[in-house]
């Protein structure tokens, strides 16, 4: 974590101006992220993210990505771009990430989604505390403990470990979301809690590029989604997880499914891989009849960037 609050020197940005402002397809990126608690889903975001604070409660997040020119006049106007100026940031896409938290005093801590991981190919994320505070929740994957014991990297960090961080305004986390389980949640404050955050490889991201930082384009699309994957190769016929250690989240479903459920001898239903899976693919089902063909639950499963439970092959 860095402290960086001496970077916000500019006008404050109005953020609900900057939503309404967004196209369809990114306004539709809006999410909430505590479903069914703490929040009315029906307060539109406009007056959710406007310079009022009613008493409302409540956690969502945005995607700024599909518009270039409001991408690019969205970073401009930010007080940060670019995080430690001796490093050359690589950004995967043009995809600027936003989240706004309502906890006004007198109440609890209000948490965002249960601990997971996400499912990205890049090196990490920067996140940088616009505005208020946010309570990171630290914990490191066996791949990641894998990792260190690999490059023989001294560590006290055991699967039990569990790190707190407190972002404040200004501060700076980059954190590989991939290889850290995180949950985070937002603390009784007279403000709201605003950060921002990109994806980056500290690499060229691909063969020709110029290195100068800047964004590559065309690389795919980012969202927030919840679903299953694979975070080491599966063979097929692995039994992946039983009737009694299903994790609580919705298996996607696909026209070309890689899983199957399976009645065990024992007479419980298990999750079988039907054919090899690399490790970051989603595990999906088959679609069923009451199913629309026409959903896009294959788009959804093609995307980079999923807030995902981690459940290897057993």
């Known amino acids: 974590r860095r402290d960086c609050s001496g970077a916000i020197n500019r006008t404050p940005i109005d953020f609900g101006g900057l939503f309404d402002g967004l196209t369809d397809e990114d306004k539709a990126s809006w999410c909430i992220e505590t479903p069914g608690r703490n929040q009315d889903e029906n307060v539109a975001p406009v007056e959710f993210l406007g310079p009022s604070m009613p008493a409302q409660r409540g956690y969502c997040s945005f995607l700024v990505q599909k518009d270039e020119s409001a991408y690019r006049n969205t970073l401009d106007r930010l007080p940060l771009q670019n995080?430690?100026?001796?490093?050359?940031?690589?950004?995967?896409s043009s995809a600027l990430w936003l989240f706004v938290g309502r906890n006004p005093l007198g109440?609890?801590?209000l948490r965002g989604r249960p601990e997971h991981t996400d499912s990205i190919t890049n090196d990490g994320t920067w996140h940088f505390q616009y505005s208020g505070q946010k309570t990171w929740f630290l914990r490191p994957s066996q791949q990641l403990l894998d990792h260190f014991k690999k490059y023989n990297v001294a560590t006290n960090c055991t699967a039990s470990t569990r790190i707190r961080v407190e972002c404040r305004q200004g501060d700076i986390l980059c954190v590989n979301t991939r290889l850290w389980f995180h949950s985070t949640a937002i603390p009784a404050q007279e403000t709201k809690s605003?950060?921002?955050?990109?994806d980056f490889y500290l690499k060229e991201?691909?063969?020709?590029?110029?290195?100068?930082?800047?964004?590559v384009e065309g690389q795919g699309s980012?969202?927030?989604?919840?679903?299953?994957?694979?975070?080491?190769?599966?063979?097929?016929?692995?039994?992946i997880f039983s009737e009694k250690d299903m994790p609580d989240c919705e298996l996607h479903s696909s026209t070309n499914p890689n899983c199957e459920v399976v009645e065990l001898?024992?007479?419980?239903s298990a999750?079988?891989?039907?054919?090899?899976?690399?490790?970051?693919?989603?595990f999906c089902v088959a679609e069923s009849d009451s199913e629309d063909d026409a959903s896009g639950d294959e788009e959804e499963l093609s995307v980079e960037h999923n807030h995902c439970t981690v459940v290897p092959g057993i």
Not at 83 to 92: C, Q
Not at 205 to 215: I, K, L, M, V
Not at 265 to 268: C, E, F, P, R, V
């Open 83 to 92: 995080p430690l100026s001796g490093i050359h940031w690589h950004y995967p």
């Open 205 to 215: 991201f691909e063969a020709g590029r110029g290195d100068n930082g800047q964004s």
């Open 265 to 268: 001898d024992d007479g419980t």
């Open 222 to 239: 980012m969202t927030n989604l919840d679903g299953l994957y694979a975070v080491e190769n599966i063979e097929e016929g692995t039994v």
């Open 107 to 109: 109440n609890l801590n």
């Open 271 to 282: 999750l079988v891989s039907m054919r090899s899976i690399k490790a970051g693919e989603f």
């Open 194 to 198: 605003i950060s921002y955050a990109r």
